[in-house]
């Protein structure tokens, strides 16, 4: 079993800057690659971000544009999504989730393939 734990979000006016972690426990957190993923007011829960198990590879989706960046300490057992020039649309509960090194990367953002998930942590954007 994988435990994982969100902390670091808030409220930030728009424009502003957020990072987020996630913290693990239960299994080698290097034999995990990670995803990070949002449900805003109203929507279906989306992919954000994904690292594999090294760090050497990172996916975003199209909507970051360059603003976010996630990286991980395994040596912490930790993930971060460091979010930058922050919009209200960014307004959500964000998600870290877990799921095994040896799975393809190509299924990287797909929720069902990630069977651990943190319990979310709210962001919200103001304007």
């Known amino acids: 079993q994988v435990l994982l734990v969100e902390s670091g979000g808030g409220l930030v006016q728009a424009g502003g800057s957020l990072r987020l972690s996630c913290a693990g426990s239960?299994?080698?957190?290097?034999?995990?690659?990670m995803g990070w993923f949002r449900r805003a007011p109203g929507k279906e829960r989306e992919f954000v971000a994904a690292?594999?198990?090294?760090?050497?590879?990172?996916d975003y989706a199209d909507f970051v544009e360059g603003r976010f960046t996630i990286s991980r300490d395994n040596a912490k057992n930790t993930v971060y999504l460091q979010m930058n020039s922050l919009k209200p649309e960014d307004t959500a509960a964000y998600y870290c989730?877990?799921?095994?090194?040896?799975?393809?990367?190509?299924?990287?953002?797909?929720?069902?393939?990630?069977?651990?998930w943190g319990q979310g942590t709210q962001v919200t954007v103001s304007s």
């Open positions: 239960g299994r080698t957190y290097s034999n995990l690659s």
């Open positions: 989730a877990a799921r095994p090194a040896e799975s393809r990367w190509s299924v990287r953002e797909l929720q069902s393939y990630y069977p651990y």
């Open positions: 690292i594999n198990w090294s760090g050497g590879s990172t």
